[in-house]
């Protein structure tokens, strides 16, 4: 086993009934890595994910961890843990004994046994709750009962269905925390699937961003977030206006369009709002919208090369709703795309 | 005090005196003193309610009513249970013909059921009549069993099943150890449901009595087409105090209304 | 009564779709353990197949007997036209879905007025009394029909008011009629009604009344145009159950009825022990069945024509 694949899917096929929801999937996890799975719904984040924990059976391809082959392993005898999007806590235990569960059937008992769930439920600041049945805990407290319910089996990976996405902003930011400080402390690979860009790039290492079973780009979270590779992945991460090019022309529309500056030789370009230079330029565009965003100003605009979304300065001078207006796409701004769907 | 305010305490008295009322007279009418059934009653005595435990009739049919509304209920829960498991579990292939075929019992008049149980059950198989009600009771009672048990299945998450497997369970062990517990409300309730609706039960019943093998509802209604006496009035009384009671301390202690 | 009434709760399970509280069956993303078919079937199979043997196959062994010719083995319809060519089966027929149609609709008046007084009541007030208008149906039905005996018959104390107050001289005959039975279903499926519409109007947008107080609506085209399109289905499950038990009782007409005033139920029960009739039985049974699911085509489809109806009507009015 190489240090680069701790965890490794081969050619992982995963199918629904007849549906395929994953095919041939291959991606390789270090040690310790926090990685997000990112993806709209229907994905096959989560399927992945499930497959991973061994809750759905592999169709073709292997799973192997730590060096073994666990592609037909049950998932009883994995060592991996899962915190669920619902969290999925006992109804009927305590915190104290949700969290022994999995030790006890392990064999654990006494003084030994004690000291673990102790230890655990300290560990996410929950030791004034251990008597306490789930549903008299907050979702927050809850997504810690479970995290250290997974934690206490001292699993060879974490995966965590959406961790933050049952949470308001501030819980999120202290689990977000919270997570990092687990995953630094214990140094556990860490899998998680979200559909959310921005959690992902807060928290990850590593992002996998998929689309239709499939993976599209993997990379840092500086790497999606400015070089995407595709125009999927430009769209997801906030590139509001995408473009094909053609010929080193924009392609909009039918149309072509010649761009200022080196257009370099690749699928599409991708612009953030912010990069549309407004008020000077080639192409020319109508106020259909604008909104005020505290330190900047949106605008939508209606130009021959479809919509266009835009930003200002706040403190620059208001275009009124109807203005017509000069504004251009600088190729060298853009995120230059390999592949445009 | 304008129209609405008296509307509505005026319809509940009359439809709640109108609901309730017959059941206080035959309450009234069992502590009688008299030899008749009448009300106002003639006198107070507890001599037909003492009545009701001498007849030897009574005590055999409420024995195997008894019998039939536990047994019953025990044994449709015995099928029901992995039935509700399975069809709000799984994607079960005809689930909705399964559903339905389980659920059937309850939409045909109880009086052909028992016809049918006696005509093609009994007379060609020589199956006894205790366990033609048997049998009869325990398909009465499954669609209950499989509607309240589905209920409360469904109401809990089945990734909490998940999460222990990946905590180390089987999947028999973790159906035992987190899904039996969560339901048991659930079956408790479906069991009470059951059992009332077994007891009380009389077309099921009516064509499946021989000789000394009778459900009490049925004797019943035979012993009052003979004898025109209040013990069948004070019988009546300690069966529904018997069965609001049971009601009650179900609704008290598991929230039974939840589940039915 | 053909079911205990309790039972009657659970045919409204069955008609009433029952809305599965969970989503986490949901398809496509998130992919379950439970997904081995073999082991679905192994769990749901028992006892699929005891309602199958114990129920299913000797019900429609008996429905067929009707359909049979009375020699040889063919089909033909003469058990049928000779039972609708017997007067008093024909009486029975009538008075059977006379009874069932009247006690529905009186029930679906009475729950209107009690539903909309209970569910004005405080919660706590309210609880009480829902739990008072629960209470009949735990208490067995025979020692509820039994009471009317005591109340409808000739020492009874209807006759005893009656004649004190000198609306009569002798003692009228009430029990064994149809009023007595009419009044025996009453209140013996009320109870159903009542809850039905409860839920119902507890179901209904908050302030569907109010806003249309405030457009203008008097109190009967609230009802007419607001509340009955929003608790149509609650009327229509309780429609379905009131009447499928009318039809079906078999304690209430036994009991008050006697021998003389026979429903389907009765008239079946004395085919089978008196005369030894099985294909009449047989096609009473069939009749019983059809009625039961009729009613409840029937109810469902008035209830959504009146709603399609609605809005131009209310143009008009």
């Known amino acids: 086993m190489s240090d680069q694949s701790y965890l490794s899917l081969e050619k992982l096929t995963l199918a629904y009934g007849d549906t395929v929801a994953v095919a041939d999937l291959d991606l390789d996890i270090r040690r310790g890595e926090l990685i997000a799975l990112l993806g709209p719904s229907g994905c096959g984040k989560t399927t992945t994910m499930r497959a991973i924990a061994g809750l759905l059976p592999v169709k073709s391809g292997r799973v192997r961890l730590d060096g073994a082959d666990i592609t037909h392993v049950s998932p009883n005898k994995r060592a991996v843990g899962l915190v669920f999007q619902s969290y999925a806590l006992f109804p009927h235990l305590s915190v104290y004994e949700n969290v022994a569960f999995g030790l006890r059937l392990k064999g654990m008992r006494g003084a030994d046994l004690d000291a673990r769930v102790q230890q655990g439920i300290t560990s996410v600041g929950l030791s004034n709750f251990a008597n306490r049945r789930p549903a008299e805990l907050s979702g927050g407290q809850q997504q810690r009962v479970a995290l250290a319910r997974s934690m206490v089996m001292e699993p060879k990976v974490l995966l965590l269905d959406e961790p933050l996405s049952n949470l308001d902003a501030r819980l999120r930011l202290e689990m977000r925390t919270e997570l990092q400080r687990v995953q630094k402390e214990t140094g556990v690979t860490m899998i998680f699937v979200t559909h959310d860009q921005a959690e992902a790039l807060a928290l990850a290492d590593r992002i996998v961003v998929m689309k239709r079973g499939a993976i599209e780009q993997i990379g840092s979270p500086q790497d999606i977030y400015n070089r995407p590779q595709s125009s999927f992945v430009a769209d997801f991460v906030g590139f509001e206006n995408v473009f094909a090019l053609e010929g080193g022309k924009l392609k909009a529309n039918g149309h072509l369009y010649d761009l200022q500056g080196d257009v370099p030789s690749v699928a599409g370009l991708a612009w953030r709002p912010r990069m549309v230079a407004l008020g000077e330029g080639p192409f020319r565009g109508t106020v259909r919208g604008t909104s005020f965003a505290g330190d900047r100003r949106e605008y939508l605009l209606d130009t021959p090369l479809g919509p266009i979304k835009a930003e200002d300065d706040a403190s620059a001078p208001v275009h009124e709703l109807g203005t017509e207006l000069a504004f251009d796409l600088p190729a060298r701004k853009a995120a230059p795309l390999a592949s445009f769907a | ?260 | 009564m053909a079911r205990a009434d309790i039972s009657l709760q659970g045919l409204a399970w069955i008609l009433g779709s029952s809305p599965r509280m969970t989503a986490q069956l949901d398809t496509g993303e998130d992919p379950t353990m439970f997904q081995n078919r073999a082991e679905a079937l192994a769990l749901a199979l028992p006892a699929a197949i005891f309602a199958a043997a114990v129920f299913l196959v000797p019900v429609l062994i008996l429905l067929s007997d009707g359909f049979r010719t009375p020699v040889g083995g063919g089909w033909s319809l003469s058990a049928y036209t000779e039972f609708f060519s017997s007067p008093l089966n024909q009486t029975v027929f009538l008075r059977t879905l006379r009874l069932g149609a009247i006690v529905t609709v009186v029930s679906a008046v009475i729950g209107y007025a009690a539903a909309f007084a209970i569910v004005s009541l405080e919660p706590s007030t309210k609880g009480k009394i829902t739990g008072l208008v629960v209470l009949p149906l735990m208490i067995s039905p025979v020692a509820r029909t039994y009471a009317w005996i005591v109340i409808l018959g000739r020492t009874g104390i209807v006759n005893q008011a009656f004649q004190a107050i000198g609306i009569s001289d002798a003692p009228l005959r009430i029990l064994f009629s149809e009023t007595a039975i009419f009044i025996g279903l009453l209140q013996l499926f009320l109870p159903l009604m009542i809850i039905s519409l409860i839920s119902a109007l507890e179901n209904m947008p908050r302030d569907a009344i109010p806003a249309a107080r405030v457009l203008g609506a008097n109190w009967f085209q609230v009802f007419w145009k607001v509340v009955l399109p929003l608790t149509r289905e609650g009327l229509v499950i309780g429609g379905t159950l009131v009447f499928t038990g009318s039809l079906t009782a078999y304690i209430t007409p036994a009991i008050l009825g006697g021998s003389k005033v026979l429903m389907l139920e009765t008239l079946m029960y004395q085919q089978v022990s008196v005369s030894g009739n099985f294909v009449s039985a047989s096609v009473i049974a069939f009749i019983l069945i059809v009625m039961s699911f009729a009613a409840n085509i029937l109810l469902k489809r008035l209830a959504t024509a009146r709603n399609r109806r609605a809005p131009g009507r209310s143009a008009s009015a």
């Open chain 2, 1 to 260: 005090m304008n129209a609405r305010t008296l509307f509505i305490p005026l319809t509940l008295f009359v439809v709640i005196a109108f609901l309730i009322g017959p059941f206080l007279i035959i309450v009234a009418a069992s502590f009688s003193a008299g030899e008749t059934l009448a009300f106002p009653p003639q006198g107070f005595s507890l001599r037909w309610i003492a009545k009701v435990f001498t007849v030897e009739s009574f005590r055999a049919s409420f024995g195997m009513s008894l019998f039939l509304a536990i047994g019953g209920t025990a044994a449709a829960l015995i099928m029901g249970i992995p039935a509700s498991y399975a069809l709000s579990r799984y994607k079960l292939p005809g689930a909705e013909v399964i559903r339905t075929v389980v659920s059937a019992p309850i939409i045909v008049p109880g009086i052909i059921v028992g016809l049918a149980l006696l005509r093609y059950i009994v007379v060609p198989f020589g199956v006894g009549i205790s366990l033609a009600l048997f049998l009869a009771h325990t398909a009465l009672v499954l669609p209950y069993a499989v509607r309240v048990v589905s209920a409360s299945l469904d109401n809990l998450r089945s990734d909490i099943e998940e999460a222990a497997v990946l905590l180390g369970s089987s999947r028999l062990g973790a159906f035992f150890r987190v899904v039996l517990p969560n339901i048991r409300g659930g079956i408790l309730s479906a069991f009470i449901l059951g059992f009332v609706t077994s007891f009380n039960q009389v077309p099921v019943s009516l064509f499946l009595s021989g000789p000394g093998v009778r459900t009490l509802p049925i004797d019943m209604i035979a012993y009052m087409e003979i004898v025109f006496d209040p013990s069948v009035a004070a019988l009546s009384s300690l069966l529904a105090f018997l069965s609001i009671g049971i009601v009650f301390a179900a609704e008290r202690f598991l929230g039974f209304s939840r589940y039915v």
